[in-house]
Protein backbone atom coordinates (compact mmCIF):
# COMPACT_ATOMS: atom_id res chain seq x y z
CA UNK A 1 0.00 0.00 0.00
CA UNK A 2 3.15 2.53 0.20
CA UNK A 3 5.59 1.25 -2.38
CA UNK A 4 7.51 4.73 -1.96
CA UNK A 5 7.89 4.88 1.54
CA UNK A 6 8.82 1.05 1.21
CA UNK A 7 11.55 2.36 -1.35
CA UNK A 8 12.99 5.12 0.40
CA UNK A 9 13.07 2.47 3.54
CA UNK A 10 14.63 -0.01 1.67
CA UNK A 11 17.23 2.38 0.47
CA UNK A 12 18.28 4.33 3.76
CA UNK A 13 16.61 7.49 2.62
CA UNK A 14 15.06 7.64 5.63
CA UNK A 15 15.07 6.96 8.95
CA UNK A 16 12.30 4.71 10.42
CA UNK A 17 11.26 3.67 14.14
CA UNK A 18 9.37 0.41 14.29
CA UNK A 19 6.77 0.84 16.27
CA UNK A 20 3.13 -1.16 16.67
CA UNK A 21 -0.33 1.09 16.56
CA UNK A 22 -0.52 0.49 20.72
CA UNK A 23 3.14 2.35 21.08
CA UNK A 24 1.82 5.05 18.49
CA UNK A 25 -1.17 5.39 20.45
CA UNK A 26 0.75 5.20 24.03
CA UNK A 27 2.94 7.86 22.66
CA UNK A 28 -0.84 9.93 21.76
CA UNK A 29 -1.78 9.25 25.23
CA UNK A 30 0.92 10.56 27.14
CA UNK A 31 0.40 13.79 25.53
CA UNK A 32 -3.09 14.18 26.39
CA UNK A 33 -1.89 13.01 30.25
CA UNK A 34 0.47 15.77 30.41
CA UNK A 35 2.98 12.93 30.83
CA UNK A 36 6.47 12.32 29.38
CA UNK A 37 5.40 9.37 28.97
CA UNK A 38 2.58 6.53 28.89
CA UNK A 39 2.83 2.73 29.74
CA UNK A 40 2.15 0.32 27.03
CA UNK A 41 1.81 -3.13 28.86
CA UNK A 42 -0.03 -5.14 25.89
CA UNK A 43 3.56 -5.16 24.00
CA UNK A 44 5.52 -6.77 27.45
CA UNK A 45 7.14 -9.44 26.54
CA UNK A 46 7.99 -8.49 22.62
CA UNK A 47 10.75 -7.45 21.03
CA UNK A 48 9.52 -4.17 20.18
CA UNK A 49 11.68 -2.72 22.09
CA UNK A 50 14.69 -3.63 20.14
CA UNK A 51 12.58 -2.64 16.84
CA UNK A 52 11.69 1.13 18.19
CA UNK A 53 14.38 3.01 19.33
CA UNK A 54 12.18 5.38 21.14
CA UNK A 55 10.78 3.68 23.59
CA UNK A 56 11.82 2.45 26.68
CA UNK A 57 11.24 -0.09 29.65
CA UNK A 58 10.43 0.87 33.12
CA UNK A 59 8.82 -0.77 36.57
CA UNK A 60 5.02 0.16 36.58
CA UNK A 61 3.52 -1.15 40.24
CA UNK A 62 1.24 -3.72 39.58
CA UNK A 63 2.08 -4.08 35.54
CA UNK A 64 5.98 -5.20 36.80
CA UNK A 65 8.29 -4.18 33.74
CA UNK A 66 6.52 -2.71 30.52
CA UNK A 67 7.42 -0.36 27.38
CA UNK A 68 6.79 3.26 27.74
CA UNK A 69 6.24 5.21 24.95
CA UNK A 70 7.36 8.70 25.12
CA UNK A 71 4.64 11.53 24.09
CA UNK A 72 3.80 12.59 20.87
CA UNK A 73 2.73 15.65 19.76
CA UNK A 74 1.85 16.05 15.68
CA UNK A 75 2.35 19.51 14.51
CA UNK A 76 -0.34 19.28 11.91
CA UNK A 77 -2.93 16.32 11.65
CA UNK A 78 -5.29 16.03 8.61
CA UNK A 79 -8.64 14.26 9.29
CA UNK A 80 -11.54 13.38 7.07
CA UNK A 81 -15.21 12.97 8.53
CA UNK A 82 -18.87 12.70 6.76
CA UNK A 83 -20.09 15.85 7.86
CA UNK A 84 -18.87 18.99 9.89
CA UNK A 85 -19.90 22.43 10.14
CA UNK A 86 -18.26 25.88 9.87
CA UNK A 87 -17.41 25.89 13.51
CA UNK A 88 -15.43 22.53 12.99
CA UNK A 89 -17.88 20.20 14.73
CA UNK A 90 -17.11 16.82 13.32
CA UNK A 91 -19.67 13.84 12.98
CA UNK A 92 -18.89 10.47 11.76
CA UNK A 93 -21.35 8.27 10.20
CA UNK A 94 -19.53 4.98 11.32
CA UNK A 95 -16.33 4.41 13.48
CA UNK A 96 -13.95 7.34 14.60
CA UNK A 97 -11.31 5.13 14.83
CA UNK A 98 -8.30 6.82 16.69
CA UNK A 99 -9.30 10.24 14.81
CA UNK A 100 -10.37 11.97 18.44
CA UNK A 101 -7.22 11.40 19.84
CA UNK A 102 -4.86 12.63 17.18
CA UNK A 103 -7.09 15.45 16.90
CA UNK A 104 -6.79 15.76 20.77
CA UNK A 105 -2.84 15.44 20.48
CA UNK A 106 -1.83 17.63 17.95
CA UNK A 107 -0.82 21.11 17.57
CA UNK A 108 -3.25 22.21 14.30
CA UNK A 109 -6.19 20.38 13.35
CA UNK A 110 -7.52 20.39 9.86
CA UNK A 111 -10.84 18.65 9.04
CA UNK A 112 -12.41 17.55 5.65
CA UNK A 113 -15.68 16.78 5.30
CA UNK A 114 -17.17 15.49 2.92
CA UNK A 115 -20.41 17.56 3.34
CA UNK A 116 -20.55 20.72 5.77
CA UNK A 117 -23.93 21.26 7.51
CA UNK A 118 -25.53 24.26 8.98
CA UNK A 119 -24.62 24.71 13.08
CA UNK A 120 -28.86 23.69 13.36
CA UNK A 121 -28.02 20.55 12.63
CA UNK A 122 -25.33 20.03 14.53
CA UNK A 123 -26.91 21.42 17.98
CA UNK A 124 -30.35 19.37 16.94
CA UNK A 125 -28.20 16.00 17.92
CA UNK A 126 -24.98 17.24 20.45
CA UNK A 127 -24.36 13.87 21.07
CA UNK A 128 -23.15 13.34 17.67
CA UNK A 129 -20.34 15.36 17.67
CA UNK A 130 -17.35 13.35 18.12
CA UNK A 131 -14.68 15.87 17.88
CA UNK A 132 -15.89 18.89 18.82
CA UNK A 133 -15.72 22.37 17.02
CA UNK A 134 -12.43 23.76 19.53
CA UNK A 135 -10.07 21.31 18.83
CA UNK A 136 -10.16 21.85 15.13
CA UNK A 137 -8.35 24.95 13.29
CA UNK A 138 -9.55 24.68 10.05
CA UNK A 139 -12.76 23.01 7.93
CA UNK A 140 -12.65 22.27 4.75
CA UNK A 141 -15.61 20.71 2.18
CA UNK A 142 -14.36 18.24 0.45
CA UNK A 143 -17.33 15.68 -1.34
CA UNK A 144 -15.37 12.76 -1.90
CA UNK A 145 -12.43 14.01 -0.46
CA UNK A 146 -11.39 10.29 1.19
CA UNK A 147 -10.99 8.86 -2.34
CA UNK A 148 -9.54 6.76 -3.48
CA UNK A 149 -9.80 5.19 0.44
CA UNK A 150 -13.54 4.80 1.66
CA UNK A 151 -15.54 7.26 3.72
CA UNK A 152 -17.97 5.26 6.19
CA UNK A 153 -21.78 5.48 4.88
CA UNK A 154 -20.91 7.49 1.76
CA UNK A 155 -18.35 5.32 -0.86
CA UNK A 156 -16.05 2.33 0.03
CA UNK A 157 -12.08 2.54 -1.75
CA UNK A 158 -12.00 2.11 -4.94
CA UNK A 159 -9.47 -0.51 -5.56
CA UNK A 160 -9.12 -0.41 -9.15
CA UNK A 161 -7.70 2.88 -8.63
CA UNK A 162 -5.73 1.92 -5.36
CA UNK A 163 -4.29 -1.05 -7.64
CA UNK A 164 -3.19 2.04 -9.94
CA UNK A 165 -1.54 3.70 -7.39
CA UNK A 166 0.17 0.82 -6.04
CA UNK A 167 1.85 -0.30 -9.96
CA UNK A 168 2.73 3.48 -10.14
CA UNK A 169 5.25 3.57 -7.16
CA UNK A 170 6.95 0.55 -8.94
CA UNK A 171 9.71 3.17 -9.60
CA UNK A 172 9.97 7.23 -8.86
CA UNK A 173 9.74 7.53 -12.23
CA UNK A 174 6.57 5.57 -12.87
CA UNK A 175 5.14 7.67 -9.55
CA UNK A 176 5.91 10.77 -11.13
CA UNK A 177 4.75 10.40 -14.73
CA UNK A 178 1.71 8.20 -13.89
CA UNK A 179 0.46 9.09 -10.49
CA UNK A 180 1.78 12.10 -9.43
CA UNK A 181 1.75 14.54 -12.03
CA UNK A 182 -1.91 13.40 -13.81
CA UNK A 183 -3.51 12.66 -10.21
CA UNK A 184 -1.92 15.78 -7.93
CA UNK A 185 -0.40 18.26 -9.46
CA UNK A 186 -2.68 18.43 -13.04
CA UNK A 187 -5.56 18.85 -11.13
CA UNK A 188 -6.49 22.14 -10.73
CA UNK A 189 -9.38 21.42 -7.90
CA UNK A 190 -11.18 18.87 -6.25
CA UNK A 191 -13.98 18.79 -9.53
CA UNK A 192 -11.29 18.29 -11.26
CA UNK A 193 -9.69 15.30 -9.62
CA UNK A 194 -13.01 13.50 -9.85
CA UNK A 195 -13.23 13.35 -13.37
CA UNK A 196 -9.96 12.84 -13.93
CA UNK A 197 -10.80 9.29 -11.46
CA UNK A 198 -14.10 8.78 -14.13
CA UNK A 199 -16.52 11.46 -13.02
CA UNK A 200 -19.43 12.03 -11.12
CA UNK A 201 -21.74 9.15 -12.34
CA UNK A 202 -18.26 6.68 -11.11
CA UNK A 203 -18.14 8.38 -7.84
CA UNK A 204 -22.04 7.72 -7.86
CA UNK A 205 -21.55 4.17 -8.83
CA UNK A 206 -19.41 3.75 -5.39
CA UNK A 207 -21.52 5.32 -3.34
CA UNK A 208 -24.41 3.34 -4.38
CA UNK A 209 -22.75 -0.32 -3.53
CA UNK A 210 -23.01 0.70 0.32
CA UNK A 211 -26.37 2.24 0.34
Aim: aromatic share 8%; glycine share 8%.
Amino acid sequence: MAPNFRRVVEQELTKVFDCDEATILGGLMATLEDLPYHPVPSVKGTDIIDGCAQTSTRLVAGLGTVVSAPAIRPDVCLLHAQEADAYGNVRYHGTPFCDPLFAKASTTVIVTADVIVNNDVIRAEPHRTVIPGYLVDAVVEAPYGAHPCASQGHYPHDEPHLLEYIASGASAHRWNDEYLGPFVHQPANLDDYIELVGGAARIDQLTDTVR
